[in-house]
């Protein structure tokens, strides 16, 4: 098993940026690659981020390159996901997810655990 507890989440101006956590305990952290998903009312969720087991590769869709950031600290357990620029549309509920294989990272079924998520507000 491996919990996962998001924080970061808050209300923020468009243009602002936040840095969202998402702490896991359990089994070995090193093991899982790590994704950051966001569901907005009335819609599905969607990818956001990944990082593979080692941090040496991250993927992200067009919507967010070049404003959100994903990194993990693995002796601390943490991923992170910093988030710059951010528009009224980005607003959610951010969940981190926990993987144990480095591919199909952008798809929900690759991940076997999930954080109760964090809300994240943009306002115009």
């Known amino acids: 098993q491996v919990q996962l507890v998001e924080s970061g989440g808050g209300l923020v101006q468009a243009g602002g940026s936040l840095r969202l956590s998402c702490a896991a305990s359990g089994r070995a952290f090193i093991n899982y690659a790590m994704g950051w998903f966001r569901q907005a009312p009335g819609k599905e969720r969607e990818f956001v981020a990944s990082?593979?087991?080692?941090?040496?590769?991250?993927y992200g869709p067009e919507s967010v390159k070049g404003r959100f950031t994903i990194s993990r600290d693995n002796a601390k357990r943490t991923v992170f996901l910093q988030m710059h620029s951010l528009k009224p549309e980005d607003t959610a509920v951010y969940y981190c997810?926990?993987?144990?294989?480095?591919?199909?990272?952008?798809?929900?079924?690759?991940?076997?655990?999930w954080g109760q998520g964090t809300q994240v507000t943009v306002s115009s």
């Open positions: 990082i593979s087991m080692s941090g040496a590769t991250t």
């Open positions: 997810g926990a993987a144990p294989t480095n591919y199909g990272l952008g798809y929900r079924d690759s991940y076997a655990y």
